[in-house]
């Protein structure tokens, strides 16, 4: 769900440090959001469907290529990030020193700036193998390059881009590289189209849960991110550093769905060697259509393996069609949930 800023033109430059200046233009530019995408829940049937989204996709693009994985800083001085609205799943998880990560999914659509794309970690590895296709990012130490080697993916680092990626010159490095999405894709890579990760719903699908106002992810420090459910967009918006969180084209951040695993992270938060174990299975909550719904996560022994979402009553989870984000929270930590 895109909301844009409305007859303003957004022009944020920010250095290392840069948090406060940010911090105060996106806390005056909430206020000025407007809605400008509508996203049906009830699809036709006689066109093609993005199997990352469920949503209806006229043109079939997303059947004729892979999953495009690029792995997105998520500091205040990456801040603004391009391309995260178009993703079509995000996943984001706890990194060494505690600061978080994104690694954004791209199928149906392909932006032509995104990022700023970042060094590789070990949970990338079990993010992407279900997936395959095409695993972009800036380079990484030995034990992470090690880790994704391993995994069934296209690697595409800076090195090796070209074109596909490049620097921004007006802002710090690293924070300025960003990568080029139709570009990237034709590095090729499989399965095409990708699999399915999720169920959808149709409109007469009714969600059964508690009703949801706000909820707080805690991630470490300062990366605790909020969701605010949106009725008049059916969407949840997102508020990181304390404020709307707003891409570098003006967009409010506002998924469909929002997915918070909770799992283990081998070798603990934080550490160099650490990442989230996704295999097997844990608690979850699912945000959807301005409800909790309680339940579990599983996925079989193969790293392979898609992971499955579950109610408590062990009926498959619904989700709205639309961008579904995926929060990697660490074991025992509870969220904050505002009905």
Known sequence: MRKALSGVLLIVVVA???????LHFRSNAGSALSTTTTTPTTLPTSEPIAPLTGLADPGGAALTRPALTVKIENTPEALPQWGINQADVVYEEIVNGGITRLAAVFNSQAPAKIGPVRSVRPTD?????????IFAFSGGA??????????PVKLVDESSAGTAMFRDLSRQAPHNLYGVGPALFKFGGTPTPPPKLFTYRTSTDKVIGTNVAHFV???PSIYAVTWTWDAATASWDRTLFGAPDVTGTGVRESPKNVIVMWVNYVNGIGTMSSYANLQGSGPASFFIDGKQVQGTWSRGSSPGDVLTYATKAGKVVKFTPGQ???????TGVPLSVTP
Request: proline share 6%.
């Open 16 to 22: 290392g440090g840069g948090l406060a200046a940010w």
């Open 125 to 133: 590895t079990q993010v992407v193998w279900p997936l395959g296709g």
């Open 142 to 151: 030995q034990y992470a390059l090690d880790s994704i080697a391993t995994a």
């Open 217 to 219: 992810v805690p991630f």
């Open 324 to 330: 579904t984000w995926v929060e990697l929270l660490n």
